[in-house]
């Protein structure tokens, strides 16, 4: 298996709702991310675990609460967003001693809020 | 600052060679990438250099690396409809961070 697969592919979601975006991988990676790319933008990042500890946050807002329940697992809980969180939400993972492999990405989840 | 320029859009004809520029500023980065991105898609890795080296050469991919002007171009030889698309360079100095780049749309005319 040589795939991040993120779920769900869209997302409509209402400024007082609450969901969960999830990220799942069994390559072995234990690094993984969250990206949040704007459109005709480069992916922004927004949070690293690295062997399921959180190591990097970028100031992201605290509506945005990620977590790693175990290895092969992310996932991103959503509360009170705003409109200007719509966007492409993408989770990747690597392998972090093999550096030159890169980031795997998954296919991203299209979220807006209305 | 860490930014990393890339040129905004590309239009080649079917066949043609294309060149993909990008220039970074951290002097540091120890691998630069290329990522591909389709539409309503993720990123794809391409290829990547390690910063000791000049060039690369995979397949129809060629990376090449200019350290002292901080310069890395990726060259698609014989371009193909299918590899329309958004290219984006990205560097990395050892930490789990990425420098993306602004991002390059290439458009292939048939």
């Known amino acids: 298996d040589t795939e991040v697969t993120q779920t769900p592919k869209h997302l409509v979601m209402g400024m007082t709702n609450k969901k969960s975006l999830k990220c799942e991988q069994h390559m072995g990676h234990r690094a993984m991310y969250w990206y949040k790319q704007k459109a005709k933008k480069p992916p922004e990042l927004m949070f690293v675990?690295?062997?399921?500890?959180?190591?990097i946050n970028e100031s992201v807002p605290s509506r945005f609460s990620p977590e790693c329940p175990n290895s092969s697992l992310l996932n991103l809980h959503l509360h009170a967003l705003q409109p200007e969180d719509s966007a492409l939400y993408l989770c990747?993972?690597?392998?972090?001693?093999?550096?030159?492999?890169?980031?795997?990405f998954g296919s991203g989840t299209r979220l807006t809020v209305v | 600052g860490e930014d990393v320029e890339q040129s905004l859009f590309l239009s080649v004809r079917e066949g043609d060679s294309s060149v993909i520029n990008c220039t970074y500023t951290d002097s540091s980065s120890t691998y630069l990438y290329w990522y591909k991105q389709e539409p309503g898609a993720g990123l794809q890795l391409l290829t990547y250099i390690f910063s000791n080296m000049d060039m690369k050469q995979d397949q129809r991919l060629t990376v090449l690396l200019n350290k002292k002007d901080k310069h890395l171009s990726l060259r698609i030889a014989d371009t193909q409809t299918g590899d329309s698309a958004i290219y984006f360079c990205a560097e990395s100095s050892g930490t789990y961070k990425y420098i993306f780049g602004t991002g390059t749309r290439l458009k292939v005319l048939a």
């Open positions: 990747a993972s690597s392998q972090r001693d093999r550096e030159g492999d890169g980031y795997t």
């Open positions: 675990y690295s062997y399921e500890k959180l190591s």
